[in-house]
């Protein structure tokens, strides 16, 4: 009797586990983006490059409309001379923002104007006056995000690009945005790109998709700023063991010939 009781409880209790998972996984599912579009990105493939006018029309879009809400601190002024800016264009770009510093010989910190070796400076003071000016939500910093989301720059693109009206039905909070590629769609962030925002200064037509396809190969850069000299590093190493590999094998066929 008491087996048939035990059993009973048993097929009960993974009857409701069962139901629990399946309501937890259509959930799930509800609030589950599209895939993001795939973009034939010039960095993506083994032998993939940063294309230097990208990366500074990137780094324009990034200063112009991102650096309002988004910092980047894990990169400093002086990287900048990897996208092709001069030294004169990298003091005058770092002497634009107040840093803190200090403490002075008196004991206090101070303001002064950043220099090349300071890491870019953010909008904000702190998390909580981020907080503030953004009705609570804190923007994230830019530094790694190619890397931290999944999808990466495909998702970064789609997430810019995906600002749409919401299906008949659907109401939005007020303060949020209806993204199409945005888990759950809701987005604090309101459209950040619109047609003609910035002036290139290489003539380049500066539409939503453009903008996005520039800044996201910024940030792409700045997550991985090494990522050419890996390349070129495995592919010299590559070719190195192709070598060894070949010479090794002939080595081998010239001790071993005599023997049957």
């Not at 983006?33 to 032998?47: C, E, H, M, N």
């Amino acid at each position: 009797m008491t087996t048939r009781i035990t059993l009973s409880l048993l097929l009960i209790t993974c009857c409701f586990s069962s139901q629990v998972f399946v309501s937890n996984a259509h959930a799930g599912e509800a609030h589950q983006a599209p895939a993001s579009p795939k973009v034939d990105w010039t960095f993506s493939s083994l032998f993939g490059v940063f294309k230097r006018d990208q990366l500074q029309r990137g780094f324009q879009v990034y200063k112009e409309v991102c650096a309002a809400c988004h910092g980047i601190k894990r990169v400093s002024y002086r990287n900048l001379n990897a996208l092709g800016f001069s030294e004169a264009a990298i003091k005058a770009l770092a002497a634009e923002r107040m840093v803190q510093d200090g403490p002075n010989t008196e004991g206090k910190m101070f303001e002064r104007p950043a220099l090349p070796k300071d890491a870019m400076a953010g909008p904000f003071p702190n998390d909580n006056a981020a907080r503030a000016a953004n009705n609570g939500s804190l923007p994230p910093d830019l530094s790694l995000i190619v890397k931290a989301r999944v999808g990466g720059a495909d998702y970064i693109h789609a997430l810019l690009t995906g600002y749409v009206k919401p299906p008949g039905g659907k109401t939005i909070d007020a303060g949020r945005y209806y993204n199409a590629y945005f888990p759950g769609h809701e987005i604090s962030m309101a459209p950040p790109l619109r047609d003609g925002q910035v002036t290139y200064s290489d003539g380049t037509v500066a539409s939503v998709d453009q903008m996005s396809k520039d800044v996201v190969t910024f940030l792409a850069w700045a997550a991985e700023p090494e990522m050419e000299a890996r390349k070129q590093l495995g592919v010299k190493v590559f070719l190195y063991l192709l070598l060894m590999t070949g010479l090794f094998y002939a080595t081998m066929r010239r001790i071993w010939r005599g023997v049957k």
